[in-house]
């Protein structure tokens, strides 16, 4: 069962793109590797920002993956909500 969570840019940073939301998937594709998840941007979120999908024929557990994409340097510039179970959220952010 898919889980979603949503990334928001910091101040300074207008993502809004699909294009955008694939170039910052490829970081966090490498930070989740481990887990062995797929991460796919699901649509834009309100004015900026993404929700994306994470999926795993495997049971991981609730917020493993956002937990290591928030700890992750390269993505300090962007916030990452708490998993959800549907693409509206809610989102709780940290």
């Known amino acids: 069962m898919a889980r979603y969570f949503a990334v928001q840019p910091t101040a300074g940073d207008s993502s809004r ?3 955008d939301a694939d170039r910052i998937a490829v970081h966090m594709h490498t930070v989740a590797k481990a887990l062995n998840v797929r991460l796919v ?3 834009p ?4 920002g993404f929700v994306y999908a994470v999926t795993s024929r495997r049971p991981i557990l609730p917020d493993a993956v956002t937990s290591r994409l928030r700890n992750e340097p390269e993505l300090q510039r962007y916030r990452i909500s708490r998993e ?8 709780a952010w940290r």
């Open 17 to 19: 793109t699909f294009a």
């Open 45 to 48: 979120r309100t004015a900026e």
């Open 41 to 43: 941007a699901v649509r």
């Open 84 to 91: 959800a179970e549907s693409p509206d959220g809610p989102f």
